[in-house]
């Protein structure tokens, strides 16, 4: 049976330095050559995650946004998108306005990513903008307060900030209908990550429209932080890396090396030689 092998960046195959290594690229791309059916779902968007793909010779679409758009990287194009119900949108933000807090709100303005803020507070957040205000494909705009407007969809919405400042935030956002979102530890700082989207958005749904879009029977999924739970729950074998959290290498099948040590590529090699010798 075909089998899609679909892996999480940040923390997973990214090394610690935030980059594909160059063995991870050379093993990898070797692999996908030979046939094995390979991509990535993430959180990132693409003016973020394609740059760090580039040493990847992939072949099929990305999941991006944890699941809200699936994107071309050779073409450069979204080929679906889910977006948010403009009600549910409008509550998202309420939410966040009540306790103070000022998330990047991700939207549609004919096609084209605006990410919309009030301010950048705290500091992680300025970081975040700072490091991709220059991104092509995306445009930062700064707005005296964050509405949702008649001529843009709204897709994301996504902000750091201590734990105990966005635990509310997060119980609140779980009772409102048609949004999803994750919270987790952020890979590269002490601060905690909240991302909102539609509930009709997930990595396993992505996971899904690529299963049916390359005609595999079975998925293995590769992660390290909370928001690749669901991408388990739904594969037939996952795999968590040694640096994951240790929820989430409870609930893998196993545990492989660290995203230091090309874990996933290595991992893939292996496999992928195993099974080459039983044909």
Not at 235 to 245: C, H, M, Q, T
Request: aromatic content about 10%; overall charge neutral; proline content about 4%.
């Amino acid at each position: 049976m075909e089998t899609l092998y679909i892996s999480d960046l940040d923390g997973t195959l990214l090394t610690p330095e935030c980059r594909i290594s160059n063995q991870t690229a050379r093993l990898l791309n070797v692999l996908i050559e030979e046939g094995l059916l390979f991509t990535v779902a993430t959180a990132r968007s693409a003016s973020s995650a394609a740059p760090l793909l580039e040493k990847l010779h992939l072949r099929l679409p990305v999941v991006l946004m944890n699941g809200v758009v699936i994107y071309d990287l050779a073409q450069k194009k979204m080929i679906s998108v889910c977006p948010i119900p403009v009600d549910a949108a409008r509550t998202a933000l309420e939410i966040f306005e009540r306790h103070g807090k000022s998330p990047f709100f991700n939207r549609l303005n004919k096609n084209k990513l605006e990410v919309c803020f009030t301010q950048l507070k705290p500091e992680i957040n300025r970081e975040y903008y700072e490091n991709r205000k220059n991104s092509p494909g995306k445009r930062f705009i700064a707005v005296e307060r964050l509405t949702v407007t008649e001529t843009t969809i709204p897709i994301y919405l996504t902000m750091f900030d201590r734990y105990e400042e966005l635990l509310p935030i997060a119980q609140e956002l779980s009772e409102v209908k048609d949004i999803s979102h994750v919270f987790y530890k952020d890979t590269y700082s002490d601060y905690w990550l909240i991302e909102a989207f539609s509930s009709q958005a997930s990595k396993p749904a992505g996971a899904a429209f690529l299963k049916q879009f390359t005609g595999a029977q079975r998925m293995v999924a590769f992660g390290d932080n909370l928001n690749d739970l669901p991408l388990f729950a739904a594969a037939d074998e996952s795999y968590a890396v040694s640096n994951a959290l240790k929820l989430v290498r409870r609930a893998a099948t196993g545990v492989i090396r660290s995203n230091a040590e090309d874990a996933v590529a290595r991992f893939l090699q292996e496999k992928w030689s195993a099974f080459m010798n039983r044909k």
